[in-house]
T-cell receptor, first 120, second 113 residues
Framework: GAVVSQHPSRVICKSGTSVKIECRSL??????MFWYRQFPKQSLMLMAT?????????EQGVEKDKFLINHASLTLSTLTVTSAHPEDSSFYIC????????????????FGPGTRLTVL | GENVEQHPSTLSVQEGDSAVIKCTYS??????FPWYKQELGKRPQLIID?????GEKKDQRIAVTLNKTAKHFSLHITETQPEDSAVYFC????????????FGSGTRLSIRP
């Protein structure tokens, strides 16, 4: 149980185009999902918290108009990188918390496999 | 906000020896401290976690200790094996953060045969 998937796993696009990444909780519902970005040989940096049915909460320094997040259902959150540029090339990872597991596992999060974005 | 520092950034140990990775955190309200192992190009995998009401936790060759007063926690891997080679991240989740994970900078662990 507690599986999170991401699609696509890899994407290569031209500069100026937009790319959508999907994050799905396959066997549980998640009112909250998180989006991270990881540059080579660096740590995971939280970009935003995705909230089902409401606006996402962005971390300081993350442009909300560039990284559009939609969390329209309890099992799906999407991240759209708009007008992508080479500096947006990175490994994007989502995570979700299984709130059905109760207080004992309240903080445990499950990560998707990641999406490697390359912008040419 | 919470800040997590991790040391060392790289660690090389002989197979069979122990490895220790240390982290400090800044927010005294943090109450959950997971450790993740990440292999190249893969997702982080939770290997052990500890909550603020516990000082030590062990799972086979892996143990974690927590000192709330000093605000630091450590990962101990004993009898290291080649498959332990990976990047390890410590993390903290402040109680009031709605489960936002704040990661340390990572430790690249290499096991020498």
């Amino acid at each position: 149980g507690a599986v999170v998937s991401q699609h696509p796993s890899r994407v290569i696009c031209k500069s100026g185009t937009s790319v959508k990444i999907e994050c799905r909780s396959l066997d549980f519902q998640a009112t909250t999902m998180f989006w991270y970005r990881q540059f080579p040989k660096q740590s995971l940096m939280l970009m935003a918290t995705s909230n089902e049915g409401s606006k996402a909460t962005y971390e300081q320094g993350v442009e909300k108009d560039k990284f559009l997040i939609n969390h329209a259902s309890l099992t799906l959150s999407t991240l759209t990188v708009t007008s992508a540029h080479p500096e947006d090339s990175s490994f994007y990872i989502c995570s979700a918390r299984d709130q059905g597991r109760g207080l004992a596992a309240y903080n445990e999060q499950f990560f998707g496999p990641g999406t490697r974005l390359t912008v040419l | 906000g919470e800040n997590v520092e991790q040391h060392p950034s790289t660690l090389s140990v002989q197979e069979g020896d122990s490895a220790v990775i240390k982290c400090t955190y800044s927010d005294s309200a943090s109450n959950y401290f997971p450790w993740y192992k990440q292999e190249l190009g893969k997702r982080p995998q939770l290997i052990i976690d500890i909550r603020s009401n516990v000082g030590e936790k062990k799972d086979q060759r892996i143990a974690v200790t927590l000192n709330k007063t000093a605000k630091h926690f450590s990962l101990h891997i004993t009898e290291t094996q080649p498959e332990d080679s990976a990047v390890y991240f410590c993390a903290a989740i402040p109680y009031s953060s709605a489960s936002k994970i704040i990661f340390g900078s990572g430790t690249r662990l290499s096991i020498r045969p």
